[in-house]
């Protein structure tokens, strides 16, 4: 008997897909890799089995990435399985070649992704290259479009089917947006590396349709704060009595209105109604309403607030970021391990806020999961008020929540009928937010009085007003979900009532003096938001538009972008703050440089979508749009093999410190800092050092400090001319022959000579870090270690104690050592990398007493939320059996 073979994106959808079809189909034996009934075979994949790649011809290894073997531009393109997943792949491959197969059921998630993911599988099985449809393996194809997971639904789907050729266009708009990343990609980054790589060395320059203008999105608004003039203002604010007691308000200009054409940055921008720009203005107005009289209008009304939406991921990334300092990728990764591990929650790799229409049923299910279980600890708290949604009815089909049209691959995240059993401290944080947003959708809306005074005192010929404002919770609705209770009498939120008409006194008056702010730098929330809202960075209306709903990545790839920035060092994380680093705007200046700005700007991406959108409707063939991808790639190219300049030119820096060998100011270029002579525009002494040593862009304050004090570092993020990454100092030394200063590595072979000598070192004019663990004597900086005193000597060594100061490619900085002699262990250290397994760890370094050297000490492992009882889960299995 023939059998349809049904593939799932995730093995969680392919249980749902078994429990919809049993009621159908009869019963499903399960086996290790696929269920099977009568007429069904189902499996799935775990996301993407296999990555494209260039044919073997045309692939092209690191250490001869340059200009003569760019462009790559495959004429087709092989597969590669994905190493963590090739058991998976393999099973499927065997299915899908059974004889007994003659159907395949494209079922992973209704999508341009899920497309790709399913076409990708079955070309590896055809083994064909060419192909685009499963006809080489002599099957029929066709296609499950899910969108809700209900049992109803998924049976409806089957009764629906879509045939192969109505998915072809969305399926050549899947092939052309990988192959499309993969062409800019691989060209752009071999391209810029054989570009920064041409003084010798290996520059990795990595570039990318999406990582790059996001980068450019850190860059710019960096670059407005270091352009950012701060200007003085003035504020003043009075202290008014009435009969029922005291208020403040702020003199506001009521006459002012915002200029809409002020240019970005200018004085004119900064303009606001409570701004007074010279500080005699200010004080003539304090000194004018000092005392007097004036009266009171006010104006008071209902407002109310929605709660907001159910949670996407990148909205629980952006607010699990502000509330918890949770990163993306870490956000991420607490949200899949409750959808896999847990089971907890639904499929959080979503970039909808909305459910189906008909999953109201299960919404109801799972509230009344929530108010019936005894959850654990803290979460135990919301079973009240998921109780008081069911008893009160508040769970109804409103659009606002349920609404099929703001359904996309997935729906958006919320509880399962699973209640939670052990979870971490981070676990339990993220699933209570989860949890509260899911019963807070459902309230209604909290209800506040807005009330907004005037106080206009006369004086002089003149009348200055004075604002204030009140805003008092009357019912809570939705925020008490949140703990936010109604305001009571004599709360602070509360005004002190006026009479209509009554004359108020100045009782005091302050003038307080501020700066204007610069933007402020992007965080990991913030940065997600302008990654999803990035076509509000477009002119272009149609780009815009088609920008409207995609942003730059997907829900799915945002952390890793972000990610990726950080590791190749492009930004670093300081406290929640991202900051970019040298090198990201030497990226920046030479694709400005090199006129190939299109690959910083989100409109790259808004016209692919726009394309892919009228490839999806059948208006642009993949050819095409194919064939101007190759020809943007070939001018990215053309365009960095082709420049001749000496420099790129840009915004570069003259140096604080002094040239070291003549005194002369010490300018930067693309690629140097070289001495320009006394009056900064000569040819100069002949002193100039590259930018990127190994790889690895200088921070301006790691170049001042270096000509300062001939010595930095040690520094990590070099990179040897075969691509591995090392940490070392650098020191400046005089060169006889060139008769001239010149940098090098110093990787301490000058101390252990000295060592080696067996002389006594001299250490009267270091400073000790502290006291030896093992003889007590005093432990120094020498060379790349942190020895004690009694370790170096003539004759017998008195003591063996020391400890390099790069271990494991994590340098340890005098201050942590310090501090370990000082404790017995260091701060937490992020960035040790494992010579087994080349992954980086976080550890202390400690004194280890028994063993008598240095070691590592790993972080505890965070407490686990106690399980909720199982009396709770007993009596929805009960309500369920019922």
Known sequence: MSKALVIAEKPSVAQDIVRALTPVDGKFEK????????????????????????????DVKRGKWSFANLPVIPPHFDLNPIDKSKGRLNALVKLIKRKDVETLVNACDAGREGELIFRLIVQYAADSTATTRAKGLGKDVKRLWLQSMTPQAIRDGFERLRSDEQMLPLASAARCRSEADWLVGINGTRAMTAFNSRDGGFFLTTVGRVQTPTLSIVVEREEKIRKHVFRDYWEVRGTF?????????????????????????????????????????AQAIADAVQGKQGTVTEESKPSTQASPLLYDLT?????????????????????????????????????????????IGVVKQ???????????????????????????????????????????????????LQAPRSLTEAEAKLYDMVVKRFIAVFYPSAEFQVTTRITKVPAAGKEHCFQTNGKVLV????????????????????????????????????????KTKPPARYTEATLLSAMEGAGKFIDDEELKAAMQEKGLGTPATRAAIIEGLLTEKYMLREGREL?????????????????????????????????????????????????????????????????????????????????????GVVKENYRRFTCTGSDGNG??????????????????????????????????????????????????????????????????EDAKKEEESGEAVDFSN?????ACPKCGGSVYEHGANYVCEHTLGSGKAKCDFKSGKIILQQPITPEQFGKLLETGKTDLLENFVSNKTRRKFKAFLSWDAKAGKVGFEFEPRAPKVPAAKKAGAKKVAAKKAA
Not at 616 to 624: F, I, T, V
């Open 315 to 359: 909205t629980l990334q952006r607010e699990a970021n502000s509330r918890f300092g949770f990163s993306a990728k870490t956000t991420l990764g607490l949200a899949q391990a409750l959808y896999e591990k847990h089971k907890v929650l639904t499929y959080p790799r979503t970039d909808s806020r909305a459910l189906p229409e008909d999953y």
């Open 683 to 748: 040819e100069g002494c002949g002193f100039s050092m590259t930018k990127i040593p190994a790889g690895r862009s200088f921070e301006l304050d790691e170049v001042e400090t270096l000509l300062s004090t001939h010595k930095l570092g040690p520094l990590e993020g070099f990179r040897s001319k075969a691509g591995w990454p090392f940490t070392a100092e650098l020191k400046l030394v005089k060169d006889a022959e060139l008769n001239n200063w010149k940098m090098e590595f110093d990787f301490g």
């Open 475 to 514: 019912k809570p609705g939705w925020l008490a979900v949140y703990g936010k209770e109604a305001a009571e009498e004599g709360d602070d939120a509360h005004l002190v009532p006026v009479e209509a008409g009554e004359s108020v006194a100045n009782e005091d008056i302050a003038v307080s003096a501020h």
């Open 766 to 770: 270091a400073t000790t870090l502290g």
């Open 366 to 416: 799972t509230m009344e999961m929530i108010a019936d279980d005894d959850l654990p600890g803290p979460l135990r708290e919301l079973s009240q008020h998921a109780r008081k949604a069911v008893n009160d009815g508040y769970v109804k089909p409103t659009k606002r929540v349920f609404d099929n049209t703001k359904v996309s691959d997935h729906f958006a995240i919320i509880p399962t």
């Open 31 to 58: 086996h290790d890799e696929y269920f099977e009934s009568e007429h069904y075979v189902v499996s799935s994949a775990v996301g993407h089995l296999v990555e494209i790649k260039a044919p073997d011809e045309f």
């Open 579 to 663: 900051i970019p680093t040298a090198k990201a705007f030497q990226l920046m200046t030479l694709l400005r440089g090199l006129g190939v700005e299109e690959l910083t700007k989100p409109e790259l991406t808004g016209n692919w979508e726009h394309q892919l959108s009228e490839m999806e409707k059948g208006r642009l063939s993949r050819e095409a749009f194919m064939d101007e991808i190759a020809a943007m790639t070939q001018r990215v190219v053309q365009k960095a093999k082709e420049y001749d300049r000496d420099t790129i030119p840009g915004d570069y820096a003259t140096l604080k410190t002094p040239c070291p060998n003549c005194g």
């Open 241 to 281: 009595g009435a009969q029922a007691g005291a208020y403040e308000g702020k003199w506001f200009d009521p006459n002012f209105k915002k200029d809409k054409n002020a240019a970005e940055g200018s004085a004119e921008s900064e303009f606001r109604a409570d701004r007074i720009w010279s500080a005699a203005e």
